[in-house]
C-alpha cells in the first residue's frame, strides 16, 4: 500500500514571500501521478498542482511549483509571492497509474499561514 | 461555479437515527464517486468508491452495513450513516469523476457535510 508523509503539520510565512512545503511517500509502482489540493476554510478541496511520475519536467502553475525527486519520492510545493488567500491547508496526495486502482491516498496535511 | 454538490452542509441527528447525504455532480456524468471521511485536523481517508449501476467498494475497516453507498444515476450518490452514533460525527466528503481511469477526468469534490450525532 502506499503512503503519504507530510511532516510539517504547520508552517508560515510572511505575504510576498517564498515558502515550500515537504511531501514524501512510499510506493513499490513505478507509474503513478502525484497531486497537492488546498483546503481553505470553506473546506472545498481544490487542485492546486498535479505531476505526472513519467515527466522529469517540474510541474507549475503560476506562483506555484513542485520539486519531484522520483529516487528520493519527494514532492516539495514551492508557493512564491505568497498572498493572504494562500492560507489553507495543503494536502500531497497520490495516485496511482494502476487500472482498478485509481484511488487517491491524502497527507495528513500541512496548515500554511500567511502573515501580513 | 461548483460542479459538485453535496448536501446538506451540516446536519445534527439523535444517536440511533439514519442521515443520508447526497452528492450530485451538477453538469457532468459522474461515472465513479468517491466517499471520504475527515476527522478535526486530519487528513481525508476513503471510505468508498461507487461506480453508477454496481456496488459500491468499501476500504478495509469501513463497515459497508453502516454507512450504505447507492449510485443509482450518474448524476446522484448518496451515503447513509445508519444508526448514527456519537463516535460516526465527523466530516464527510464526496468527489466525483467522469472517468475514473482517465488521469485527464478532473475529481470535483463537493462542499463536505458536517455530521453531528448527539
Known amino acids: 500500500a502506499q503512503t503519504v508523509t507530510q511532516s510539517q503539520p504547520e508552517m508560515s510565512v510572511q505575504e510576498a514571500e517564498t515558502v515550500t512545503l515537504s511531501c514524501t511517500y512510499d510506493t513499490s509502482e513505478s507509474d503513478y501521478y502525484l497531486f497537492w489540493y488546498k483546503q481553505p476554510p470553506s473546506r472545498q478541496m481544490i487542485l492546486v498542482i498535479r505531476q505526472e511520475a513519467y515527466k522529469q519536467q517540474n510541474a507549475t502553475e503560476n506562483r506555484f511549483s513542485v520539486n519531484f525527486q522520483k529516487a528520493a519520492k519527494s514532492f516539495s510545493l514551492k508557493i512564491s509571492d505568497s498572498q493572504l488567500g494562500d492560507a489553507a491547508m495543503y494536502f500531497c496526495a497520490y495516485r496511482s497509474a494502476n487500472f482498478g486502482n485509481e484511488k487517491l491516498t491524502f497527507g495528513t496535511g500541512t496548515r500554511l499561514t500567511i502573515i501580513p | 461555479g461548483a460542479v459538485v454538490s453535496q448536501h446538506p452542509s451540516r446536519v445534527i441527528c439523535k444517536s440511533g437515527t439514519s442521515v443520508k447525504i447526497e452528492c450530485r455532480s451538477l453538469?457532468?456524468?459522474?461515472?465513479?464517486m468517491f466517499w471520504y471521511r475527515q476527522f478535526p485536523k486530519q487528513s481525508l481517508m476513503l471510505m468508498a468508491t461507487?461506480?453508477?449501476?454496481?456496488?459500491?467498494?468499501?476500504e478495509q475497516g469501513v463497515e459497508k452495513d453502516k454507512f450504505l453507498i447507492n449510485h443509482a444515476s450518474l448524476t446522484l450518490s448518496t451515503l447513509t450513516v445508519t444508526s448514527a452514533h456519537p463516535e460516526d460525527s465527523s466530516f464527510y466528503i464526496c468527489?466525483?469523476?467522469?472517468?475514473?481511469?482517465?488521469?485527464?477526468?478532473?475529481?470535483?469534490f463537493g462542499n463536505g457535510t458536517r455530521l453531528t450525532v448527539t
Open positions: 468527489s466525483a469523476t467522469r472517468d475514473r481511469h482517465s488521469y485527464n477526468s478532473p475529481l470535483h
Open positions: 453538469d457532468f456524468q459522474a461515472t465513479t
Open positions: 461507487s461506480n453508477e449501476g454496481s456496488k459500491a467498494t468499501y
